[in-house]
């Protein structure tokens, strides 16, 4: 119900009342949905005119053509993509005794909800997330080497790092020491 509410809430309250009602930085002067970057007159942003050889910027070249304007939709979900990482760290302290409640009661072996619907499918080999590990190295390679991307080779290995977490088949174990526990 959260996402729907959410979508609701960007799509069809906020983006018109900042769109149409408030003109929010001059809004209207752009289209309402659009991944593209403007000028402050509406026409798309020549960022190529403003990047170096060396993907570094050109500050003469984006004093002539001004700042960069996003549409309101970007702008929106942008702002609303950050303050739900802000929650979220703010809300992770907030919620440290009931995590760690909840840790030590699956150190004991007491099974909660998660577990005991997870139960009902079969784990996922290990395999699958080296697989995945490989496959998200060797396109974050391809991509910065042959594409030339301005996202150099070790901010791809960092990004990789930082997600490491989430390609670790420790869930698997978790699940499977439930499951030998159960069966005793």
Request: proline letters at 3%.
């Amino acid at each position: 119900m959260d996402s729907k509410s959410g979508y609701v809430l960007i799509i069809y309250i906020v983006m018109p009342i900042s769109y149409w009602g408030f003109n929010v930085y001059n809004a209207t002067t752009f289209p309402i949905f659009s991944s593209d970057l403007f000028t402050a007159q509406g026409q798309r942003y020549n960022t190529t005119a403003i990047v170096t050889k060396n993907f570094e910027i050109d500050l003469v070249e984006y004093e002539k053509q001004g700042r960069v304007n996003l549409s309101s939709f970007f702008a929106i979900t942008y702002a609303f993509g950050f303050a739900t990482i802000a929650a979220t760290l703010i809300m992770w302290p907030c919620s440290m005794e009931e995590i760690c409640t909840r840790y030590g009661a699956s150190k004991e072996g007491k099974v909660d909800i998660h577990t005991r619907l997870m139960k009902k499918y079969k784990d996922i080999p290990s395999w699958w997330f080296h697989l995945l590990l490989a496959l998200a190295i060797i396109v974050s390679l391809v991509l910065c080497i042959f594409l030339k991307m301005r996202f150099k080779c070790h901010g791809g290995h960092l990004y990789l790092l930082l997600h490491l977490p989430s390609y670790s088949p420790s869930h698997q174990h978790h699940n499977s020491h439930y499951n030998s526990e159960q069966s005793t």
